[in-house]
């Protein structure tokens, strides 16, 4: 009795496991998910990676939804150099979530085997939000008329009824400067005031608190197949624009490697079209010293609406675009030690007090 | 520096309030607020005269003006362009007011991909400066367009199929939410892409830069002059103000006249709205 008990239990349990492991498995990263899906797989992903993942609830959208990301890394007593990224800040860009998740995926799968990956891992946290707009991007899934929807859903007032705020216009980073209409029911309305919106306040709040961690941020949108670089307003520039242009370029080019597609670099004033009040704007303000927005896939075609086929190969590009970044971020900030040790090596010239960080190493 | 940001912040919340074409903003009785004062308008970086940047919006700007007005003359439910890259581009002030734009591109079809062979272009853009809107005028010339037809037998198929009195094709959301388009609606809509061309060349200014975002339906009406005659509302996405812009329109095809555009009418929604406007 006792056995058949036992094996009762056995067979409960190892049913259990497979199921959540084929669960685990049969999540579509090639499909859309709706908002509860991706609530569901966020638990998941937590529970499935103890030793990695931890979830955090940092604010609450207009509509009272809890805004998480996952914090993903070794763990570590003392906080850890970060790199930020957000997902679907634009409701009707839903290319961008599904590479949140892509991307959470790809790392989860690696970092036990991929010696680079785990190196990440050792010395970075990432903070992952893979719906930042959720009242947004579930508006967007309620129907055929919806689906285009871009803003918050901020209620209207007695004076302008119209619904939503452009969350991507209503940080403080030169607010109300350009690129933006006071009429609420445009679709750039950038809020009554800076961060006027919960969803901005919770980011805000977030980079703030964590601002001397924070090594890089990253902003995921579509369409336009772009690497848009700060300052959205024209004749305003990062001081280490070069440097951001040259990353930019070189993230271009490892995402072309994939699969022979084109991202142009640059500021929104030279290749996109001015703009203020955006969070890749707030992030570089605030001093956070790597800060780019992605727009993935696609350009004419499809534009907003990519189709299901496209996710895989536009989260494969978009991955190397993003490790491409990250990586120059992490070598540069955990490799001194390695150039200290090449000292001999720089081209100092006459100066014996040069810093060789600052000349090309011999060899 | 920060003193400097922290004034230009303070500054700028003085300043008057810059808008995105007002062409482009919902219509004002959607606010549902009377009397709302029209949004001033900013000068732009439209001073940009001379060589231009090629990957730059404004030489962007105009391509897309130019790659419409191709579509227009040279679409088909088996033929769309699309921009692939701008190699050259000037722009200068014109003595009539308005301003001139050269360019030198390169465009694919849809059906070959971004990185199919390219079709060589060059053309003049002028937006005019007038009172009123008028569109832009343009100026076209692409290599080897008038080369054999690859796409004939296609669309004499495609005409045959549907062009008996009983056809009445109809469909909603092209494509649908997830990026769908079933075999049978590739053909119409890439025909809503032509037709809308039409519209999106006309509706271009230096303010503007249309692309369509989905075809919101698609109803055959009965064939006039042995015409496909067909009705579809498309939904233009316009790139500076981000808005989604309705408009109905009547669209005629055959192969030996290619598309026309017979009506248009634009459908302000005010889709932002608790409420329809009193």
Redesign the interface.
Known sequence: MKGSVISVLVVLVVLDRLASGLEHRSYDYTKYHPMDEISTWMNQMERENPDVVSSMVYGQTYEKRNITLLKIGFKNTTPKKAVWMDCGIHAREWIAPAFCQYFVKEILGSYKTDANVNTLFKNLDFYITPVLNIDGYIYSWRDNTTRLWRKSRTAGTETCRCFGTDLNRNFPAYWGMVGISRNCCSDVYNGPTAVSEPETKAVTDFLGAHQNEMLCYLTIHSPSQMILVPYGVPNISAPNYDELMEVGLAAAKAISAVHGKSYKVGTPPDVLYATSGSSRDFARFIGIPYSFGLELRDKEKYHFILPENQIQPSCEEAYRGAMSIINYIHDKNFKSAAVSQTVDNCDCLMDLECKCDDFKPLY | ?KTF?SV??LL??V?L????PVSQ??P?A????PG?AP?SE?A??MASTGDL?P???PARRAATVALHYLNTHHGSPFRVF??QQVHKASAEDVAAGGRKYKLDFSVTD?ASG??GPALRCSADVLFPQTERHSGPEVQLRCEALQQINRTAQEEHAFYQRYISPDSAVSA??I???????SEEMQPFWRLARVAASFIMLRESSERT?F????VASVAQQGSSEEQLMLEFVV?L?D??????IQWKLLASWSPDRGVRVLQTEWQPR??????PPN
């Open positions: 520096m940001c230009w912040l700028s919340l300043e309030s810059p808008a995105p903003e919902p004002l959607c606010t549902g607020a709302h949004q900013t732009e970086d940047e990957t730059h919006y699309g921009l849809w971004s990185e909603r959301d494509p649908d939410s997830y990026g769908n388009v830069e692309n369509m975002a989905q939904l996405h790139f500076p103000s981000q808005e989604i005010c889709p932002h709205a608790t409420k």
